[in-house]
């Protein structure tokens, strides 16, 4: 019960506020004062008390993607384990349907840019689609990597096979997961190097651009669904990279919200040092990661599990 | 301690991979440096528990390969950008993307590779050989597909970096005379090539070899 609550607390409170680190870090860079650490909640709660207003051109697709966008990734949520080994969805396989929940919550997101037949949002969701189905091959390799010790596509049993007496040299192949499921994280999240979450011109947005047209409640579910999907591909970055214990308890619980709240730093980090990539380049840059995941596969099938 | 040469050779790997992805010239000598750098620290890593025996060899192959391959050629390299005043790769002979997915193929290649290939003595992990393999095959393809001159050069470096990789099979073997050697040959060849990319900047206002295959005595 306890760790059910904590697992659900976290999902459901701790996302917005990697939004604000991320931006605190990036204004710290820049030497501004920056956003309220707390800004995030703020916009949430202000777009959830908002009327909504629907064009009538648009369908019931319109007004289901955001919802079904934010269920499937607090579904995802719920299947990969936070604090601890064990989550309250897992079940035997429930890798591949994390990664598919993932990708179900995108397309709704899609569809609903498309619905509204506007040709922007069109080119924002054509792009979408186009590095995601890059990002997706270096997804999968990554959770191959971390599957394969365990011989089962389980989050609880790949987790608990990883080696952390020696982490990232324990075999390089999780040093290739790691940095492949980092470029995954910034690529799905519309993240710099891939897209920039500030950007308003038409020649560069990806994720922004198909979510012009919802308001209100919607929008506010945009806001927080997206701050989902970074918590939760964080979340599985951070089991890669510190020892989770299996039991979870304060500790887990001290080891995972450090590791999100560092991760989160990071994409702080990397935002303010890099540029965007020129688009032509971002598949580039997704391909790169798939190839490390695949060099980092074929190592560890090669040399065996440790 | 083959959990860091494991880590070191992946990290090697990878480098390699960004350079065939860079079209940036600084970038790809940054990373061949950066690539310099690891493989100075996998004789320490591989044979650091036998420290005793082959202290002088791996020594000397440790640090040789720090000043020439992280130190001397990259500058060298950046030098000869700076004078040819060149910036990035135009128009690689075959797209960057593509040939990123040429060389995982040859990675995959030479992990087959490993496994097939019997050596007289068992390496000291089973990374080493595929590795080795990789950045040869790796280095060709760079040698190949790029046309500006300093690319070539990096995919040379690279070449000889697999063979410096394999190498490190045969350290009790191998006197590291002939190491120190290879790394004089490497230098020099850097040094000839450094003076060949001038001449080319200067008679011809760009880099590129592909015209030079047209020359006619």
């Not at chain 2, 420290?51 to 020594?59: E, N």
Request: some cysteine.
């Amino acid at each position: 019960m306890f760790s059910l609550g904590i697992h659900i607390g976290l999902l459901l409170v701790m996302p917005p506020l990697l939004i604000g680190v991320i931006n605190k870090t990036k204004a710290w860079f820049a030497g501004r004062l920056g956003l309220p650490l707390l800004q995030s909640y703020r916009d949430v709660w202000k777009l959830l008390r908002k009327g909504a207003i629907y064009s009538q051109a648009t369908t019931w697709l319109f007004r289901a993607g955001p919802i079904v966008s934010l269920a499937a990734v607090l579904c995802a949520g719920l299947v990969l384990p936070l604090a601890a080994n064990s989550s309250p969805l897992g079940f035997s396989g429930d890798v591949v349907v994390f990664a598919y929940l993932l990708a179900l919550g995108r397309f709704f997101t899609m569809a609903a840019a498309f619905d509204t037949g506007s040709s922007f949002e069109g080119m924002g969701a054509s792009r979408e689609a186009a590095f995601s189905a890059l990002a997706e091959p270096a997804l999968f390799l990554s959770l191959a990597i971390l599957c394969l010790p365990a011989r089962s596509a389980t989050f609880a049993d790949a987790f608990g096979r990883l080696p952390w007496t020696s982490w990232g040299f324990g075999h390089p192949a999780y040093l290739a997961a790691a940095l492949s499921l980092f470029a995954v994280l910034l690529a799905e999240n519309s993240r710099i190097p891939v897209d920039d979450p500030n950007t308003h011109l038409e020649l560069t947005m990806v994720h922004e651009v198909m979510v012009l047209d919802h308001g209100g409640p919607d929008f506010g579910f945009i806001l927080y669904g997206s701050a989902v999907k970074l918590f939760v591909i964080a979340a599985l970055l951070v089991h890669v990279l510190l020892p989770i214990p299996a039991s979870g308890g304060w500790r887990g619980v001290a080891l995972f919200c450090g590791g999100e709240i560092g991760l989160a730093i990071l994409v702080g980090v990397v935002e303010s040092v890099m540029a965007r990539l020129r688009l032509p380049r971002v598949p580039q840059f997704l391909i790169g990661a798939t190839v490390l995941a695949a060099v980092g596969l074929g190592a560890l099938l090669y040399r065996g599990a440790p | 301690m083959t959990g860091y040469a494991d880590f070191l050779l992946l990290v090697v790997a990878a480098l390699s991979l960004s350079i065939v992805a860079t079209s940036r010239l600084t970038g790809c000598v940054r990373a061949s440096a950066l690539q310099g750098v690891a493989l100075s620290l996998l004789p320490l890593a591989l044979w650091g528990g036998a420290l005793d025996r082959h202290a002088v060899p791996v020594a000397t192959m440790s640090l040789g390969a720090l000043a020439v391959k992280a130190v001397i050629i990259p500058l060298l390299l950046a030098r000869a950008i700076r004078e040819a005043n060149v910036r990035r790769e135009s128009e690689p002979f075959i797209s960057l993307h593509f040939s990123v997915l040429i060389a995982a193929a040859l990675v995959g290649f030479s992990f087959w590779l490993g496994t097939i290939l019997i050596l007289p003595k068992p390496a000291p992990t089973p990374l080493l050989v595929p590795m080795a393999f990789a950045n040869l095959l790796v280095g060709f393809l760079v040698l190949i597909v790029r046309r500006k001159a300093v690319t070539q050069v990096v995919g040379y470096l690279m070449l000889e970096n697999g063979i410096f990789i394999f190498g490190q099979t045969l350290v009790e073997e191998v006197p590291f005379a002939v190491e120190l050697g290879i790394l004089l040959d490497l230098l020099v060849g850097v040094f000839v090539m450094g003076i060949a990319i001038n001449h080319i900047s200067r008679e011809f206002e760009h880099i590129d070899t592909e015209l030079l295959s047209t020359l006619k005595d």
